[in-house]
């Protein structure tokens, strides 16, 4: 079965370094999205992708963060420079089109900032 | 704006036990309501959806119904197995944004024998 697959699965990095997270979507799918959850927190929509640009964020992402479809199959998330607070789980989802909330999602990457 | 609150976990419960995981909402308009779960080592995946009053989700033996009046998507299952043991995310969907998901904290379940 097609799944959303991310790396790496856990990153450790000292405050104000660049990190970028990496997704591959499921092949056939559209629409694109980054998710993070802070330890005992909400699962927060932070962006989705569609065409090439970013069709929604949140307020969380601001100028720090980016997100790019380099060649065709990776979706990645560049932190410019890292804030302890940036601890976080990141998921990658996916989504054939904009189907009502009916999103695949990978098992994650563990962002640890020190 | 919209939110979503669940029960706090871990819910720890005998295998063959009856489940019901609480989950309230908060939203103008109409959202449509959603359960996620995530299994160890794995990504969410969607367990059932609601997209309007009193329509009932289901699958794998869990159900939930959409309860406008009391503003609750509570997740129920007659018999647990330990199979079941993960995460799970109530969510929902705002009117007009179709897939911008606003979830709960999430709530662990651990099935023993």
């Known amino acids: 079965e097609p799944e959303v697959t991310q790396t790496p699965s856990h990153q450790v990095t000292q405050m104000g370094q660049e990190v970028i997270l990496r997704c591959v979507p499921i092949s056939n799918h559209l629409y694109f999205y980054w998710y993070r959850q802070i330890l005992g927190q909400k699962v927060e929509f932070l962006v989705s992708?569609?065409?090439?640009?970013?069709?929604?964020k949140s307020e969380i992402f601001d100028d720090q963060f980016s997100v790019e479809r380099p060649d065709g199959s990776n979706f990645t998330l560049k932190i410019r420079s890292t804030k302890l607070e940036d601890s976080a789980m990141y998921f990658c989802?996916?989504?054939?089109?904009?189907?009502?909330?009916?999103?695949?999602f990978g098992e994650g990457s563990r962002l640890t900032v020190l | 704006g919209d939110s979503v609150t669940q029960m706090e976990g871990p819910v720890t419960l005998s295998e063959e036990a009856f489940l019901t995981i609480n989950c309230t909402y908060t939203a103008t308009g109409y959202p449509s309501l959603f359960w996620y779960v995530q299994y160890p080592g794995e990504g969410l995946q969607l367990l059932l959806k609601a997209t309007k009053a009193d329509d009932k989700g289901s699958n794998k033996g869990f159900e939930a119904t959409y309860r406008k009046e009391t503003t609750s998507f509570h997740l129920e299952k007659g018999s647990v197995q330990v199979s079941d043991s993960a995460v799970y995310f109530c969510?929902?969907?705002?009117?007009?944004?179709?897939?911008?998901?606003?979830f709960g904290t999430g709530t662990r379940l651990q099935v023993t024998l």
């Open positions: 969510a929902l969907t705002e009117t007009g944004t179709a897939s911008k998901l606003t």
């Open positions: 989802a996916s989504s054939r089109d904009f189907s009502h909330g009916e999103l695949f």
């Open positions: 992708f569609y065409n090439n640009e970013i069709s929604e």
